[in-house]
């Protein structure tokens, strides 16, 4: 049975000691890659970059894993003819409180093999790996377990080859999630999109995998994805691509995890992704992480740096109105969720028919829209990386007034605190009102206005006369004769709610105006008005 060695076992770099190799490092900040966008990546040289390749691949107990073609003592490393470079061998190396890594060494005696190695991942509990390799005779990669010995600590067993495709196809870059036990891995296998495409498979009891599926066309293009990265969560799956829309080479999107779906991939931008590839986007929390960019004159070698982002705030403009006249609507129930139906915020609109609030970038939201009189409008919008302001507007359609028991019922007529005069959005109300008079030439209407009881009698029972007779004044500007309307200002004596100390919903409905239909008009100020 054979067994592979743990790092804590292995070699270090050809002739250097941790101290040499971390004075000899180069430890550059790198400044933001664009200031303009919302998210700033932070770049810093890891410290075990070289002149060849670095790729990082995952942690395994507090060490970092890399992938590199550099030779190191008692590391056997062998030229690829048909690549024209060296082979990867894993390594480990430390990682210090800064996130800086140092001391690489051999991961494996075994598990580096005289090929080409490919990236590894670890289960929840570090007992079971997954990585890959190639053969001597194809430079396809292909996807191997091994299991940790629990008696023989340092050892690994059971060595075993996971099939997914044929000999033809390669398997690269694995990563296990560890939020549901799936693995995710790239692979050229026939069926998909186009070149390499990214699939998530459920882990049996047993560590070998069954329910292979493709991530589907919002991750998957014509041409190649590769290294998943999934959140603990469970909500995202960061990969690179240079099939989507790129800045040059591989960039690093995301998408969300909804529901076993995969929906709104988005660039992380260009804060981030440039002319360049990057790759192995791997988060150690929501702010810092490390990924890995070829050089500028040798595009197959990589180096791996750290990175911390930083995120400026982004804002959401949302703008309420009338679908046809485009009048601003106060007062619109709003519920703002975010893509996976957590709801972010419910509000009102304001007087000026407006709704700000703070996003996150890369987030989906749908914004539904509620108000009275109007039908419910729901909207989706997609928080970018490159603006400060995103701006929505959600145009309601009104809804036709009723007659109901002699009434034409519709939304309320709202007026100005203490005034008399009809708001903008209640004149689109009372257009309601002219539609079902000028289609029935022969109804007569009465307008009946209230108030809520807060202040005197006297001074309620005034402001009511105003605003019916403001109503009654804006039908007849809209062509309504007046020998058909009358109105009356009735205060606070026919409330619909009795009460002495009312809530603001009852002080509201008691603020109404009615539209009562009448056979025979028989108000007599109405007549009297020389208006």
């Not at 994805?225 to 240079?242: A, L, R």
């Not at 009048?327 to 000026?352: M, Q, R, W």
């Not at 028919?353 to 919008?381: F, H, M, R």
């Not at 005069?421 to 009102?433: D, P, R, W």
Request: glycine share 6%.
């Amino acid at each position: 049975m054979k067994k592979l060695f743990l790092c804590v076992f292995c070699i270090p770099i050809l002739g250097m000691s941790q101290d040499q190799f971390i004075d000899d490092s180069r430890t550059e900040n790198f400044t933001a890659l664009n200031n303009s966008s919302l998210l700033n990546y932070i770049l810093t040289d890891t410290g075990i970059n070289t002149e060849l390749s670095e790729i990082g691949a995952t942690f395994f107990r507090d060490k970092f894993i890399i992938i590199s073609n550099k030779k190191r003592r008692h590391t056997k490393t062998t030229f690829n003819e048909d690549l024209n470079q060296f082979n990867n061998n894993a390594y480990c190396t430390n990682v210090d409180k800064n996130g800086n890594l140092s001391f690489p060494l051999q991961f494996s005696t075994l598990l580096d093999s005289d090929f080409n190695e490919g990236t590894m991942t670890f289960s929840e509990d570090e007992k079971t790996i997954y990585f890959t390799h190639s053969s001597e005779n194809s430079n396809n990669l292909k996807l191997y377990k091994a299991v940790l010995d629990i008696e023989i600590q340092g050892y690994w067993k059971d060595i075993t080859e996971i099939n997914i495709t044929k000999p033809d196809y390669s398997v690269e870059t694995p990563f296990l999630s560890k939020s549901n036990n799936k693995l995710y891995f790239s692979s050229n296998k026939p069926g998909g999109f186009g070149g390499y495409d990214m699939y998530v498979a459920d882990i049996k009891d047993d560590g070998t995998i069954e329910n292979i599926k493709n991530l589907g066309k919002e991750v998957n293009s014509s041409k190649d994805e590769k290294y998943p990265f999934s959140t603990p969560d469970g909500k995202y799956i960061y990969f690179s691509s240079n099939g989507h829309d790129t800045f040059g080479g591989y960039d690093v999107f995301r998408s969300s995890i909804v529901n076993e779906t995969y929906i709104n991939t988005r660039n992380l931008g260009s804060g981030l992704n440039t002319k360049k590839d990057e790759i192995a986007y791997i988060l150690v929390n929501k702010n810092e992480g490390y990924i890995s960019i070829n050089k500028e004159d040798d595009k197959e070698n990589f180096d791996v740096y750290r990175f911390d982002i930083q995120q400026k705030e982004q804002q959401l403009n949302i703008l309420v109105v009338e679908n046809d006249s485009k009048v601003k609507l106060p007062n619109a129930n709003v519920v703002i969720t975010d893509e996976f139906g957590t709801k972010i915020k419910e509000t009102k609109t304001s007087n000026n028919g407006e709704i700000k609030l703070t996003i996150e970038p890369l987030t989906s939201y749908t914004i539904t829209a509620d108000k009275e009189g109007y039908e419910p409008n729901v909207n989706s919008v997609t928080a970018s990386t490159e603006n400060n302001f995103v701006t929505e507007t959600i145009n309601m359609k009104q809804k036709k007034a009723e007659i109901i028991n002699d009434a034409i019922v519709m939304e309320n007529i709202f007026f100005d605190f203490n005034k008399s005069s009809i708001k903008e959005e209640s004149q689109l109300s009372l257009n309601k009102v002219v539609a079902v008079l000028n289609e029935i030439p022969d109804m007569t209407l009465v307008i009946n206005a209230h108030t809520d009881n807060k202040g005197s009698e006297k001074y309620n029972l005034a402001l009511s006369e105003k605003r019916a007779k403001s109503a009654y004044e804006y039908l007849i500007s809209k062509g309504i004769d007046k020998s058909r309307l009358g109105y009356n200002g009735y205060g606070e004596s026919r409330p619909l709610h009795k009460c002495q100390v009312c809530t603001e919903i009852q002080d509201s409905e008691n603020r109404r105006v009615e539209f009562i239909i009448n056979k025979t008009l028989e108000v007599s100020d109405a007549s009297s008005d020389s208006n």
